[in-house]
């Protein structure tokens, strides 16, 4: 089966942020999960380069969108790779064949007849150089940006006929209750929808930082129709002689923040059913990382700044963290004396204490070599339907969920280790059957969570699983017992040193 994965394509304006890396992660661990099962998988992830953000904020640095976009989407591609994303490519809406791919999709939406001249009539920010709805004003009139003063403007635009797709919304979210997830975010959308459509500008005029209207160039398509099919022009030039359009699209699942939910699971949709593409099968929501304010934490000062953390703690750590300590689709608070709490207490300790513990024992009571043995019968009611467990789990996009049954695991052997004792074992030569089992049930118990792991830990869960002789990721054998004994295992050193917090200097 293919499996098509996208993150939303994150704006040039500024500096890539944990916000970003948050849905980068997500849609990594999907995409590698998916990977494991065996399916062909497609990640995709971005930058939003035309529109009015990106004009203002070059024009403040006093250079051009372009240089902007290109100084900017290099970071966004580093983020990507430190975070060791393992996207198959990485969309520039100012690739040329996204632009033509844009104008021919525009142009079907135009030929179906469901485009028509119109007046926007309605409040302009100057300094954003966009209209805004009533409710978005404070105080009346005042742009909730920049806090000025706003008048009422006009401007002719090409309009997109979003009211006429009310009904064909309502039935696709009548038919398919999954399209949106989590629940609450479907209930939101399709109340939107309910609520009434009104037509949407599908051009500005007043902008030239786009692409043109195909019938009429002086006017550049709205940036978020622009950026919203970048879904699915990717697909027909990401290899250079192959369109992979067939193959991957509809996309299985949009990972986006709760932000851009209406674009998504509105707008989005109604666009390709007025384009005769078929509509994406999934739209997943995810909720806020909220960075309020925090003391100062010792080694990270007060921000989760991505690109620090992954090089001091590796990427890792910090997906561990997000996904671990936000439940995926809430809001939540992270911070930096958070994530070096869970560093220390669940990364080193109760799983790379659990790794290094069992190591050791194996070369010093068994030569190195895991015992051939049967799983512990406690251990393994426990794991019995894990994988199958985190398989339904990813499926529903519930990525701290799944990433919670495998800790509950983590934890268990922890608590095995300490109620077998097997260095008490190692002394009583009657017990050598009895210390073969708890060493083989730890190996093995080690190995089926590092395979699950892997996706949401990949480096690490590959350093342990070599060091316990396995290479295998594959998902059919993460199960208790499905490898026996008899591999050699190897040096890991430490999987989570503890980081010393910077010098300060004394000046
Ligand atoms: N360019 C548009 C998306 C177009 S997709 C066709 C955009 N870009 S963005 O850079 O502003 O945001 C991209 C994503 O990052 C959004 O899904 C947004 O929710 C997410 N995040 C930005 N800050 C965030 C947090 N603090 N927490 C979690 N995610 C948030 O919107």
Redesign the pocket.
Known sequence: MSYYVT?????VNGEP????A??TIAADVLARHMRQRGEDVFFLTGT?EHGEPVTQAAEKLGITPRELGDRHAVRFKQLAATLNATNDFFIRTTDPEHMEKVAQVVRRIHDNGHVYAGTYEGWYCPRCADFKTESELEDGNRCPIHKIELEIEKEDNWFFRLSTFQEPLERLYAERTDFVIPRNRYNEALAFIKSGLRDLSLSRARLKWGVPVPWDHSQVIYV?ID??L??YTALSYAREDEDLTERYWPAHVHL?????LK??AVIWPAMLMAADIEVPRRVGI??????GEHKMSKSLGNVIEPFHVAEVYGADALRFYVLREVSFGADGEVSPEGFETRYTTELANEYGNLASRTLAMLSRYRDGVVPDAAPAPRLQGEFEDLADTVCRRLDAIELTAALDEIWQRVKLLNRYVQDEEPWQLSKDEGAAEQLDQVLYSLAEGLRVVSVLLHPFMPGSAERLLAALGQEDLSLDGARLGAVGGGASIAELGQLFPRVEPPERSAA
Do not use: E, Q, R, S
Request: proline share 3%.
């Open positions: 993150t939303p394509i994150y704006y942020h944990l916000g970003h948050y849905t939003d978020w950026a919203l970048n879904y986006i923040g709760k932000d851009i674009f998504h995810h909720g806020y990382l909220l960075l």
